[in-house]
């Protein structure tokens, strides 16, 4: 496969992955970015498998459970929170320093996609990402900062405490495996981008 045809590839990988962690905005849209994901891991059953269980799912579902799920999950009373800088840096004023360090990034590289969200909100550094040709800088941001901050939201999703949502909802439990099986796959393509480049 021709440099070109990879890039294009990867291109509409993190597109696709920023959908499905961002804010739901329409099924259709989640439905299709799972089947493509799906067709582009075909290889991969483990991944595939589990992309083809999240499209089933989400197609049961009503747009406004799905969005009320994300908002759960990601924003009031997160059981995890969609901020790479906070799971490198917590609270503390480095976290400020990679949110600069990021603007200015985005403003080299003439992105402005933050879609009234935070620079570290791992959708945005996903699109980012689709859009960047600089390797390096590529490498670097999975290695140092998406790796392990995905690591630690998809270990967040699968122990942390959650029986109060749950009550609330019982059916947030799919939810929630629905934003994990999503972060594994991600995780999965993550790692192996640092293995291809």
């Known amino acids: 496969m021709s440099q070109p045809v990879l890039f294009a590839a990867k291109q509409r990988i993190f597109k696709a992955f920023a959908t499905l962690i961002d804010y739901p905005e329409s099924k259709e849209d989640i439905s299709s970015q799972l089947r493509m994901l799906s067709k582009l891991f075909a290889s991969d059953t483990n991944i595939s498998g589990k992309l083809d269980r999240l499209e089933k799912w989400a197609d049961n579902q ?44 985005f403003r080299a590289f003439k992105f402005d996609r933050l879609c009234g969200e935070m620079p570290d909100h791992l959708s945005v550094i996903l699109r980012f990402l689709s859009e960047l040709s600089d390797y390096g800088f590529y490498e670097e941001l999975i290695n140092d900062a998406l790796l392990p901050s995905v690591g630690k939201m998809i270990s967040e999703m699968n122990h942390g405490e959650s029986d109060v949502e749950e009550s609330r909802n019982p059916n947030n439990s799919s939810a929630r495996e629905f934003y994990s099986l999503t972060l594994s796959a991600l995780k999965k393509f993550l790692e192996s981008e640092v293995k291809n480049d």
Do not use: H, M, V, W
């Not at 969005?67 to 004023?93: H, K, M, R, V, W």
């Open 62 to 105: 009503r747009l406004g459970y799905l969005q009320e799920a994300y908002t759960g999950i990601f924003d009031i009373n997160s059981l995890c929170s969609p901020y790479i800088g906070y799971y490198l840096f917590g609270e503390d004023y480095k976290r400020s320093l990679f949110i600069t360090g990021l603007k200015e990034k």
